[in-house]
């Protein structure tokens, strides 16, 4: 098996997804019936977490950096 490069969109995607599903497990101790049930149970999440602790702060913007010749988009907080 390849290890997933989170430094890529498609790696990132894959990690958060198989994140996303066995966070979903721990929580209901079952498996999803699809990933459309995860992704709903996740955006149900955040919209919670939004409402619950909202922020005036402006969303910093990322940046493109360059390290060893590879560029990744870096976002500070």
């Known amino acids: ?11 990132w995607t894959k990690y958060a997804e198989a994140t996303n599903r066995k966070s979903f497990i721990s929580t209901f101790g079952r498996d999803p019936i699809d990933s459309a049930e995860v992704t709903e149970w996740v955006n149900a999440a955040v919209a919670e977490a939004n409402r619950l602790y909202p922020t005036d702060e402006p969303k910093p913007e990322p ?15």
């Open 1 to 11: 098996m390849q290890k997933l490069n989170i430094n890529t969109p498609e790696g």
């Open 63 to 77: 940046q493109l950096r360059t390290v060893g010749g590879q560029k990744y988009w870096v976002t500070t907080f």
